[in-house]
């Protein structure tokens, strides 16, 4: 019989602690609603509770599953959360044009791009060829900027 | 009817639609579709939609033929970038993710697409012909399907579920339960009441699907990609040329049975108005994989999976069109632009078109035949250019999927907010993917919940329990059980099978 001590997997608490938010912020939110607009939700709910023991039970205390073979930047990762946020707040002061064009020009370059030339040649086509389907072809309102003498 | 299935006037069906003015707008449809397909977040519903005003001038019969072959096309070419990028270009694409993107990580891209486009072009032929054939008498049943059957088909998608969920029963069951739970987001149908919107108008409606899904697939993806140098695995050799694309079409001939089921479930679930493509591929794909001799290959880049999910995608436009022709009832978004466009333009779909319009009804049927018989050629060409991303490096890639992501889902409603959710989705998705939780099982319940929902509720009101033992309903069920019982079963006899095998080899000669 073995003797070594289970240990926790914290991992495995990720995914339902993200339920449980979920559920408790869903159920804050809804907590002056009647019993007939909720009927469908409590029910899927505690579904999910009766689902959540059993993860919780069976994998907790679990190994953890073995390691991907695919290699893990979490650096790059974070930059890959992080710039999309930056970029979707600067689109609005920028326009989608120039918040594009930036977005790419900094990423190739932070991901290892080391021609500058190339990078901008790259960002250039890849937001010209978004600004003539979106805006040209398909005249969608995203955000430009006005610089006076040019809508971009 | 015999007058409406005459030969005379099938030909003159025929005779009508190969005239030049018409027959131009097939492959002018075709390239369209392809290129609009390819655009993930914008798809082929929106942008008929956006060409509706124009079929004014172009004609009743120009417009449907132009709007049959640009629906078939975008749903083939959704396959691309599912395929390349792991961005499905319409929510029917998402099962081919699963499969394809694999494939190509593998260097094996050119066969993924060869296999999609041979997979399409059988499914598309399959249902468009059936969609000939039995248009005039099929369609009438689909008026038998009410809430109970929309709630028993619901159910049975949920099950198809349970066969996606790989080895761990309990944390696919939770992706499910997760997804029907953020399904309750947004107005719901009884009083209007706005359910949990976290105070954002944008989700008033609840989760938009389109953002959702770039985010569980496309963004999720970008975590992992990061580390390496291209979209191809190291060590591996990337093979381009026309070669892989025709070794995929040879390959999708050993799948007969596969896209022959597909492609009926496809026209089936295409043919109940409501349904349509995005859940026929799941239902198709777990059916796949449930009868199956390889199913553990499921989710590791398996012929299998594909070759369902793309054959069962093209199978739903024939399917779609019968309800709409017969009954004037669309069995999807794309069917009611086309349906649109015929009532524009003076003539109304529904149970007399037949007979009053009977040369023009078989012209826009043949028009789907002819269709999906050009998309076999284009569809190669197209392949055989779109293989050429997987040479360019991640450090390129990874920011162009991202921006595409992150613009696509604004392409769907014109949300800044939109893009947001793709963050988000997308962190889950890689966290979900990452604990070994099912993406497909989340995306299935998100999809299917508010349809669960409204039809439990209207049969319930309507009938109460009785309603669900109408024969339509009891059949579903009883397919449902049948595919929670079906791997259960097999493996029984399997077992058996092996155990007489052992007693045979240990009985002396």
Same mark, same amino acid.
């Given at each position: ?18 339920? *449980? ?43 953890? !599953?073995?390691? =991907? ?19 979707? *707040? ?6 989608? !044009? ?5 977005? &790419? *020009? ?8 080391? =021609?500058?030339?190339?990078?901008? *040649? ?28 040019? &809508?971009? | ?46 942008? +008929?939609?956006?060409? +509706? ?21 975008? @749903? ?19 099962? /081919? ?32 012909? $059936? ?27 949920? /099950?198809?579920?349970?066969?996606? /969920? ?6 696919? #069951? ?35 699907? $389109? ?41 999708? #001939? ?16 295409? #043919? ?14 777990? @059916? ?37 022709? /017969?009954?004037? $009832? ?101 966290? +979900? ?35 669900? @033992? ?8 009883? %397919?449902?059980?049948?595919?929670? %019982? ?24």
């Amino acid at each position: 019989m073995s003797t070594q001590r289970k240990q926790v997997n914290w991992g495995e608490t990720i995914v339902p602690a993200i339920t *449980l938010l979920f559920i408790a912020a869903y159920f804050y939110q809804t907590r002056d609603a009647s019993a007939e607009v909720l009927r469908w939700p409590l029910a899927i709910a505690i579904l999910t509770g009766i689902l959540w023991l059993g993860v919780l039970f069976f994998f907790l205390f679990a190994p953890p !599953a073995e390691e =991907s073979s695919r290699p893990f930047a979490p650096v790059k990762a974070l930059l890959i959360l992080l710039a999309p946020i930056v970029y979707i *707040l600067a689109t609005t002061y920028l326009g989608f !044009a120039l918040a594009s064009f930036l977005f &790419l *020009l900094i990423m190739f370059r932070c991901l290892g791009g080391i =021609s500058w030339w190339r990078n901008i *040649l790259v960002a250039l086509i890849i937001t010209g060829g978004l600004y003539f389907i979106m805006i040209g072809l398909m005249e969608m309102s995203l955000p430009r900027l006005d610089l006076g003498f040019i &809508l971009l | 009817m015999e007058n409406i299935a005459s030969l005379d006037v099938i030909l003159s069906g025929v005779g009508l639609l190969l005239q030049p003015g018409h027959l131009i707008w097939l492959p002018l449809g075709m390239l369209v579709g392809l290129i609009v397909g390819a655009i993930p977040g914008f798809n082929d519903t929106n942008f +008929l939609a956006m060409m +509706l005003p124009v079929t004014v001038y172009m004609g009743p019969m120009n417009a449907v033929v132009f709007m049959m072959a640009c629906f078939c096309a975008s @749903q083939a070419a959704g396959s691309i970038p599912a395929i390349l990028l792991n961005i499905p270009g319409t929510p029917s694409n998402a099962p /081919t993710c699963l499969e394809g993107f694999k494939m190509t990580r593998r260097g094996e891209a050119g066969y993924a697409l060869g296999l999609s486009v041979a997979a399409s072009t059988v499914g598309g032929l399959l249902s468009a012909l $059936i969609a000939l054939v039995i248009t005039p008498v099929v369609g009438v049943y689909a008026l038998n399907f009410g809430p109970a059957e929309l709630f028993m088909m619901a159910l049975f998608g949920m /099950t198809a579920v349970g066969t996606l /969920t790989g080895s761990s029963l309990l944390k696919g #069951l939770l992706s499910s339960a997760l997804g029907l739970m953020v399904a309750c987001v947004g107005t719901e149908f009884q009083v209007g009441y706005t359910r949990a919107s976290f105070g954002f108008y944008e989700l008033y409606e609840g989760f938009p699907l $389109i953002p959702v899904l770039l985010g569980v697939f496309g963004f999720s993806e970008l975590f992992s990609l990061v580390g390496d140098k291209s979209l191809v695995a190291e060590g591996v050799e990337r093979v381009t040329g026309f070669g892989p694309i025709f070794d995929g079409l040879k390959g999708s #001939l050993k799948q007969k049975v596969n896209m022959l089921r597909s492609g009926l479930i496809g026209i089936l679930v295409g #043919l109940i108005p409501g349904t349509g493509a995005a859940i026929a591929t799941w239902v198709s794909y777990g @059916q796949a994989k449930q009868w199956s001799k390889t199913p553990e290959k499921f989710g590791t880049g398996h012929d299998e999976g594909l070759v369902a999910a793309d054959a069962c995608n093209n199978g739903v436009p024939g399917g779609a069109l019968i309800p709409t022709v /017969t009954l004037g $009832i669309p069995g999807s978004g794309t069917t009611l632009i086309i349906m649109a466009a015929l009532m524009i333009n003076g003539v109304t779909p529904g149970p007399s078109f037949f007979s009053e319009h009977a040369v023009e009804a078989y012209a826009i049927l043949f028009s789907l035949v002819v269709a999906n018989l050009l998309l076999l050629p284009i569809g190669i060409v197209v392949a055989r250019l779109a293989t050429n991303v997987t040479a360019v490096p991640n450090k390129y890639l990874v920011p162009i999927i991202a921006l595409f992501c992150l613009v696509g889902a604004f392409a769907w409603r014109q949300m800044i907010f939109d893009m947001y959710l793709v963050v988000i989705f997308g962190v889950l998705g890689a966290l +979900l993917t990452r604990y070994g939780y099912s993406v497909p099982a989340f995306l299935l319940a998100l999809l299917l919940g508010p349809l669960a929902e409204k039809n439990l509720y209207w049969s319930l009101e309507i009938g109460g329990m009785e309603s669900f @033992q109408r024969p339509i309903a009891l059949v579903i069920l009883l %397919a449902t059980i049948s595919v929670l %019982a079906l791997p259960v079963i097999l493996k029984k006899m399997v077992r058996r099978g092996k155990a007489a095998l052992n007693e045979k080899s240990s009985v002396p000669e």
